[in-house]
């Protein structure tokens, strides 16, 4: 995002990228964190990739967490949700929140606090547009925590890449070499 800005118009410096980052999504951000990002980041060739916008944010000065849902089935073939949480900052995961299949806004509220238990708040939160994340229970809960919650791009997995990633390893990985019967055995591993 940053390095199409500045390939996109050679003579922006990094005050003038701030403020067309701070302009687009409503993010004030300091010219000097521009500066460090495109210090760790130099500009790609034609048609390389740079840092996504979840990566420029997450260098402010302020915290961001990624959260995503997925679905999995116990050897019952009992369906669960689980919420995974991670720091995008720190590449740290948070923590994992699990529910069973049929979920309400009350149930995605548990997840989350189940998932960030003894950890401070972060600032914001980006979440996809799963119907899940729409509940007015899930807004409420985030209004009352006073976190601001950013949305990624629609139908474009690579706009949160962080978090997929860490999902579709955790599948591989995790739940397709192990086999468990029910809730409380995927929390307890």
């Given amino acids: 995002m940053l390095q199409s800005s500045k390939r996109l ?3 922006f410096g990094c005050p003038r990228i701030a403020q067309q980052i701070s302009h687009a999504f409503g993010l004030e951000i300091d010219k000097d964190v521009v500066r460090r990002i495109l210090a760790n980041h130099p ?3 034609s048609g390389g990739k740079g840092p996504s916008w979840l990566s420029a944010i997450a260098e402010t000065r302020d915290s961001l967490w990624s959260v995503d849902l997925f679905r999995c089935e116990s050897i019952l073939l009992k369906s669960f949700w689980v919420m995974v949480v991670m720091d995008i900052f720190t590449r740290r995961i948070v923590g994992f929140g699990v529910e069973p299949a049929h979920i309400d806004g009350i149930s995605v509220c548990r997840m989350f606090n189940q998932a960030r238990r003894r950890q401070p708040l972060p600032k914001r939160l980006s979440t996809d547009h799963d119907p899940l994340f729409r509940f007015h ?17 629609p139908f474009v997995p690579p706009s949160h890449p962080f978090i997929e990633r860490l999902i579709g390893t955790f599948r591989r990985e995790y739940l397709d070499q192990t086999l468990f019967w029910n809730g409380l055995d995927l929390i307890a591993s």
Avoid at 137 to 148: F, G, Q, S, T
């Fill in 9 to 11: 118009n050679p003579c």
């Fill in 43 to 45: 500009l790609p060739k």
């Fill in 137 to 153: 229970r899930w807004r409420a809960n985030l209004r009352i925590l006073d976190i601001e919650e950013l949305k990624s791009v």
